[in-house]
């Protein structure tokens, strides 16, 4: 092992039916380090962190530990646990209903505490050596995410934790409860521990971290010192485009209606929601398609989400046509005329169990409401229709959508919200996740609809694809907007720049 390495992943691989996840994948943390695991999405950092604590099994490879001469074999979280491997995750899996006290001693098993007063007292020893302030008697349900993360934390520590890992833990927490943690974090480096810190925040990275170590398609692209790796740099190795190699690919869609004097279709003033996104500005013309990019966790779903009512906005002001309009749920944006493809088609989309038919009704049967329902023939004729517009591959419109291939499920979520006649068309991740094919078919019909009129807020975690159908980019980071891009502006370059706060390539 690598001197003061306290744990080394060699040659790592990991397969799942039809993904190769990991692929020779390298790992070293050192004690006393903080080290950030980066990557986009499908980038492999999630299955390393399962493998590393026994969730999964791999493939082939050698996981090494300190103070073990040979390779070590973890089969479960609690394998990990005994050779001082602790996870705290972003969804804190403690129990709200106990004590802080409680939580921290809670399925020991043998030698866990059983005397109250000694729990409680041990429990505020280790609190105290931490800088937690909190009583070990107080119900966790009492106090806040970032108590409750500190928690979880120490009770980590106290198992006699090496390597700690994080897992997104400041996605939930404003800016001081961040910087409680980086204390904590930084107070537990100096006693010589691990810890492996996975985020998608750029400036808490290079704030609290001391070596990157990057992943991209399941394989590893390299492991740098903070310090030797410019944050551009970090955005180009994120996202897999050499700064030398980078064309503009961008073809001729300017947006005819910025020559106009039409107010824009959509607007908004210092929009901002539950999920953390700082006020925003945005605004979208009829006949436009603009985007919101930057990596995954920038807030761009979250931004967009706002415009949709889908989730709870906390302030700003919003304009249909010129005129002000109130927002607050779903039903909301699509009586006017809006119309939102979720990011997770799984989650927020198909709903599977029913036919082709009924999910592309679905919409436009919530907006005229379920009081007036559809007749069979017409519900069949709006199906069959976009069955034939977008080229949907499926037997019948009475299949069920979860027969379908991805790209078909997403081309049946296309039709649901084509069929409502939508002035504004937000799609987020429209083609993640499908064949070449179809999302060069998706692209298509973006500019297709735009040239007719309609105006469309595009999102792809491939800034490819969003050089060729945008005509204006809006650029997020950390969840603020951070800059916005249009016409010779539009390249890769300026895009990660951007993304890297301003950083020449």
């Not at 950030?36 to 099994?57: C, D, F, H, P, R």
């Not at 069979?376 to 299949?399: G, N, P, Q, R």
Request: aromatic content about 6%; charged content about 25%.
């Amino acid at each position: 092992m690598r001197e003061k390495a306290v744990l080394e992943m060699r040659n790592i691989y990991k397969t799942f039916p039809g993904v190769k996840a990991l692929q020779n994948v390298d790992f070293t943390l050192c004690e006393g380090e903080i080290h950030a695991l980066m990557g986009e999405n499908g980038a492999g950092k999630s299955t390393l962190i399962k493998v590393l604590t026994g969730v999964y099994q791999k493939d082939s490879g050698s996981v090494y530990m300190k103070g073990h001469g040979k390779p070590i074999l973890i089969r479960s979280p609690q394998e990990a646990q005994k050779y001082g491997i602790s996870t705290v995750y972003q969804e804190i899996s403690l129990c709200p209903n106990l004590s802080v006290a409680e939580n921290m001693y809670i399925g020991r098993g043998e030698g866990a505490l059983l005397n109250w007063k000694q729990m409680n007292e041990s429990a505020g020893k280790i609190l105290k050596s931490l800088g937690i302030a909190v009583k070990p008697e107080q119900q966790l349900a009492s106090c806040s995410l970032a108590v409750q993360q500190m928690v979880a934390i120490a009770r980590a520590v106290d198992m006699e934790c090496k390597v700690l890992i994080l897992d997104e833990p400041t996605s939930s927490l404003d800016e001081s409860e961040v910087a409680k943690l980086f204390k904590l974090m930084r107070d537990l480096k100096a006693r010589g521990v691990g810890i492996i810190f996975v985020t998608h925040f750029l400036d808490q990275v290079y704030e609290v971290c001391d070596k990157i170590t990057v992943l991209r398609d399941g394989t590893l692209v390299g492991e740098y010192e903070i310090s030797d790796l410019p944050r551009v740099q970090l955005v180009s190795k994120m996202l897999g485009k050499e700064l030398d190699d980078m064309a503009d690919i961008k073809g001729d869609n300017s947006a005819a209606s910025e020559k106009t004097n039409e107010p824009p279709v959509f607007e908004a003033k210092g929009l901002c929601s539950t999920e953390g996104i700082k006020p925003f500005d945005f605004y979208i013309r009829k006949g436009e398609v603009n985007g919101f990019t930057g990596l995954l966790g920038s807030g761009r779903s979250e931004c967009v989400r706002a415009i949709f009512g889908a989730d709870k906005v906390t302030g700003g002001q919003v304009k249909m046509g010129g005129k002000s309009v109130k927002i607050t749920k779903p039903i909301d944006a699509m009586k006017q005329g809006i119309a939102y493809l979720a990011e997770d088609r799984k989650r927020d989309g198909i709903v599977g169990d029913l036919s082709v038919r009924d999910n592309i009704i679905l919409a436009l049967q919530v907006k005229t409401g379920f009081f007036k329902p559809f007749s069979k023939a017409k519900a069949t004729e709006f199906a069959e229709k976009y069955i034939k517009l977008l080229d949907i591959k499926t037997a019948s419109v009475h299949t069920p959508i979860k027969s379908l291939s991805g790209g078909n499920q997403q081309k049946v979520l296309l039709a649901r919200w084509l069929l409502t006649n939508p002035q504004y068309l937000i799609l987020d991740e429209p083609t993640r996740g499908i064949d070449v094919g179809t999302k060069i078919d998706i692209q298509k019909l973006v500019l297709k609809l735009a040239s007719e009129g309609m105006s469309v807020t595009f999102i792809s975690s491939e800034t490819d694809e969003m050089l060729r159908t945008c005509s204006r980019l809006v650029v997020m980071r950390d969840r603020k907007v951070v800059g916005e891009l249009s016409g010779d502006e539009l390249t890769q370059n300026m895009i990660m720049a951007t993304i890297a706060g301003g950083e020449e390539a």
